[in-house]
């Protein structure tokens, strides 16, 4: 798939959580919304118009900025691009994109707590992966 549609990246961001801060941890979303700012600003700064769609976890922290407002922020302010932001969020049962990037995930998890898969070195030259709080 990766190789015949040039359009289509795989990406994919781990952290180490025992490493992060812990008063950072005591919020798990606003760690995950950092962790999809890291991976996508700087793509979507190249966009006149990104939907956005996240599974529910996604649209609230408890502060009570959206992870939608975070990011239009961050476009529009850090990055000082008009691009536009659509959010459409989707339960996975109903969308098979959500599912394919469930398993995509799944499948870095179990390469990282389980040690190396087939699949994943089978994937990992496709698969753009950063890595965070994993130390020196």
């Known amino acids: 798939m990766c190789d015949t549609n040039t359009d289509i990246r795989l990406q994919a961001i781990t952290v180490k959580k025992e490493n992060v801060m812990t008063h950072i941890r005591s919020d798990s979303n606003k760690l995950y919304n950092y962790m999809i700012r890291l991976s996508l600003l700087d793509f979507m700064a190249t966009q006149d118009f990104v939907t956005l769609i996240p599974d529910p976890r996604a649209i609230k922290v408890k502060s009570g900025n959206s992870l939608h407002d975070y990011l239009q922020t961050e476009l529009w302010f850090t990055k000082n691009v008009e691009t536009t932001i659509s959010t459409v969020p989707q339960d996975s049962r109903y969308c098979s994109g959500i599912q394919f990037t469930d398993m995509l995930a799944g499948l870095v998890r179990r390469h990282y707590e389980d040690g190396e898969h087939p ?18």
Do not use: D, E, K, Q
């Open 119 to 136: 699949n994943f070195a089978t994937l990992c030259p496709r698969i753009v992966l950063s890595r965070l709080y994993f130390g020196p």
